[in-house]
């Protein structure tokens, strides 16, 4: 535990150090330790990381430690894919600048009320996070001014590309003035995006993970979707429905280890937490603790279960991702030990699908996707072992006296015997139901709708709507070009691709090429106003006056309704569902362009 590099070894601003005590984190992620140092020194970086890795921090931290409070002009710009990501940029900025007096960070995006946002400008923010069309409009109105900016981060580079918002992305850089570092953060490299880094960073320092560790064939391993707001009810479902022994459960924070430990003794199993602000005297007690049986469960961060050997650990579960597929290797491996099998879950939210396709590559096996157990199944988990302890009570109590007991009672009451037995039944399970209400589960209806928009979608949806380059179709369809189809290679329209998993509806824009419409514009919108993910956009298709989107047919009122209210070039687009001749498919219109979304 000694030789691991701590935030103190970075170099960062003490408020900041004092923030990441306050919020628990332990140690730099290996994309932190890797990128701090350099951006700290000032160096352009280009770094090769997904969402999960801790990137966010990766580079808030050390920018934030060169930044100015005394003074309110924008220091930082942070270029974003999605108003989401914006948002939660933003908010990350917040946390960790905490502790600095004077700070500003201003989240702006298309959608939001205009006149505000240009109020806070006014005002004056030194960390300024949006999404590339909102940046440019505030640029084009000298509304934002970049003149004391110290450093620009383009985040999910490859993103903004697929969006087609790349463009934008340089035509902003153009405005930085010319000693600005840039941080270039992307999950993949395709060319493009190497290409702007060519062109815009002065000698970038390259950072990524390179994974090296394999997994042991003995160890089972799957993972779930799910949101947050579920999590810790799929948890508790799965500790139900799974033949259990020790558990050593991962999450990335110290505060983490005891909130979750809390919550799963008030849940009724035996859990402890153990982190790295426990002396090693404690810690040892806590494992001692496990390998004896007095505790089940041990909720643990990576620095605090680094060696552990316990043989009786029959399940990792990886109740917050792993920064990496090295750490996922190095977690799984506290199972499995002494030549018994061991089972790895993990549980990723729709988000974090990529770094499960990284593991995946990097350990060279797959991991299964969990079905959701209902609570049908948690029912029938209960009421055998309900069944199971009362046969085991029949065949070793004495029961003579209750026999006479109940024979009494019986007689007392003049009830029949089952129904005697089953008021005793009921009173005996008051603390834990046999009988789950099963017409409603919102946790098993969560699982299934993350997984059927795309949970082993993971797979599936390496190529969806993804890599697509409008630019090149619309300039005369060179579509024999494979140069630049990423590094996936899956191809064609996404609904060849996924079979019937999505079903699609056509809308009509009431505008079109004639209004000088892009589809980068229109799948801007969507996505940031209606909260779609870009790959659900599918086929898009611009004719003069007016344009044709495929959207998933399953939308939410929620989205409709926004959908209702887009606006494109400051102007109401009028969405409607598109009648069959205005649809895209086979028909050949005169100069109409059609934008497939492709891998
Ligand atoms: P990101 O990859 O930036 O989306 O970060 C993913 C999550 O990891 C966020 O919830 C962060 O709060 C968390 N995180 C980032 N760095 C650390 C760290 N060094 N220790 C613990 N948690 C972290």
């Known amino acids: 535990m000694t030789d691991k590099i701590t935030f103190k070894d970075l170099e960062l601003a003490p408020e900041i150090l004092q923030v ?64 989401e990501l914006a948002i939660q940029v933003a908010e990350a900025f917040q946390t960790y600048a905490s502790k600095f007096r004077n700070f500003k960070v201003l989240p702006i995006y298309g959608g939001s009320n205009i006149g505000t946002q240009l109020r806070q400008l006014k005002q004056g923010a030194q960390v300024v996070v949006g999404t590339p069309g909102r940046v440019m409009d505030h640029l084009r109105r000298n509304t934002l001014n970049l003149d004391h900016l110290k450093a620009v981060v383009l985040d999910e580079a490859d993103e903004m590309l697929r969006m087609g918002f790349i463009d934008d992305v340089t035509w902003i850089l153009d405005q930085t003035p010319d000693n600005t570092q840039v941080a270039l953060f992307s999950a993949t490299m395709p060319r493009q995006i190497r290409a702007v880094a060519e062109q815009y960073l002065k000698s970038p320092k390259e950072v990524r993970i390179q994974p090296k560790e394999s997994t042991k064939a003995n160890i089972e391993q799957s993972y779930w979707t799910v949101n947050h707001l579920h999590k810790l009810d799929a948890l508790t479902r799965i500790l139900e429905t799974e033949e259990t022994d020790g558990i050593i459960m991962f999450v990335r924070t110290k505060n983490q280890t ?19 602000d426990m002396v090693q005297k404690s810690r040892e007690h806590t494992i001692e603790q496990l390998k004896r049986g007095s505790i089940n469960i041990l909720v643990a961060t990576d620095v605090a279960a680094r060696g552990i050997d316990v043989e009786r650990i029959s399940h990792v579960m990886n109740f917050d991702i792993p920064y990496d597929a090295e750490t996922y290797v190095h977690r799984i491996g506290r199972t499995g030990r002494a030549g018994r ?6 549980f990723i939210s ?4 990529h770094l499960l396709r990284t593991i995946e590559r990097t350990t060279k096996t797959p991991i299964t996707p969990l079905t959701m157990p209902t609570r049908e199944d948690v029912n029938n988990k209960r009421q055998a072992e309900f069944t199971e302890a009362v046969s085991q009570l029949l065949d070793s109590q004495k029961l003579e006296q209750f026999e006479t007991l109940i024979q009494s009672m019986q007689a007392e009451m003049g009830t029949d015997p089952a129904r005697l037995a089953a008021a005793l039944a009921y009173m005996a399970q008051k603390d834990k139901p046999l009988f789950l209400d099963t017409s409603h589960d919102p946790v098993h209806a969560s699982a299934n709708n993350l997984r059927e928009r795309g949970g082993r979608g993971g797979r599936n949806d390496r190529g969806r709507g993804r890599d697509r380059d409008f630019n090149r179709e619309d300039r005369g369809g060179r579509r024999g070009d494979r140069g630049d189809r990423g590094e996936r290679g899956e191809r064609g329209p996404r609904r060849e691709r996924f079979g019937n998993e999505q079903k699609m509806d056509c809308y009509k824009i009431s505008m079109g090429r004639n209004q000088n419409l892009r589809p980068s514009d229109i799948v801007g919108a969507i996505a940031n106003e209606a909260n779609l993910s870009s790959r659900d956009i599918g086929r898009i298709q611009l004719h003069d006056n007016h344009s044709t989107v495929e959207l998933p047919q399953d939308l939410s009122a929620a989205t409709f309704k926004a959908l209702k209210k887009l606006h494109l070039r400051n102007q109401p687009i009028a969405l409607e569902r598109a009648a069959g001749n205005e649809r895209g498919g086979n028909e050949k219109m005169a100069g109409n362009s059609s934008y497939k979304r492709r891998g």
Not at 53 to 65: E, R, V, Y
Not at 341 to 346: D, T
Not at 350 to 353: A, G, I
């Open 341 to 346: 099998s061991g089972k790895a879950i993990l």
């Open 20 to 83: 990441l005590e306050k919020i628990g984190y332990e140690s730099p992620s290996p994309i932190q330790e890797a990128s701090i140092p350099h951006l700290l020194n000032g160096e352009d970086i280009l770094g090769v990381a997904q969402t999960g890795t801790g990137k966010t921090a990766a580079f808030a931290l050390p920018l934030l430690s060169n930044i100015d409070c005394n003074s309110p002009k924008t220091q930082i710009l942070v270029l974003a894919p999605t108003r």
């Open 350 to 353: 729709p988000r974090e699908r």
């Open 258 to 276: 005891v909130e979750l430990a809390d919550k799963l003794n008030a849940r009724g199993y035996s859990a402890a937490a153990i982190n790295g």
